[in-house]
């Protein structure tokens, strides 16, 4: 069974940065189709994509942290990481790191970004 663990979190000053890290066990081979990524859900909001990337190194990202986050992987560690720059309140969430393939979608229990003066 896949798990995967988020850390990192913590509060920062709108302008500042965070780097979230999420590690993943229980994967016996990987795919280049397997994904990790990180979703994030804010107060009365649903749970929206944040970065994503394919183990063969594809990546997605939400238009409203183009240019200001960085998803990045260690494959041989089945690690992934969320350099957030340039942060801004409204970017204030719970984040949850995501492992997915066909018949596996394990989240973690989350960790919490605040960006606030």
């Known amino acids: 069974q896949v798990q995967v663990a988020e850390s990192g979190g913590g509060s920062v000053q709108p302008g500042g940065s965070l780097r979230l890290s999420c590690a993943a066990s229980g994967i016996i081979s990987r795919s280049r189709f397997d994904t990790m990524g990180w979703y994030r859900q804010a107060p009365g909001k649903e749970r929206e994509l944040v970065a994503v990337m394919a183990s063969g190194g594809t990546t997605n990202y939400a238009d409203s942290v183009k240019g200001r986050f960085t998803i990045s992987s260690d494959n041989a560690k089945n690690t992934v990481y969320l350099q957030m720059n340039s942060l801004k309140p409204e970017d204030t969430a719970v984040y949850y790191c995501?492992?997915?393939?066909?018949?596996?979608?394990?989240w973690g229990q989350g960790t919490q970004v605040t960006v606030s003066s």
């Open positions: 995501n492992f997915r393939r066909i018949g596996v979608n394990s």
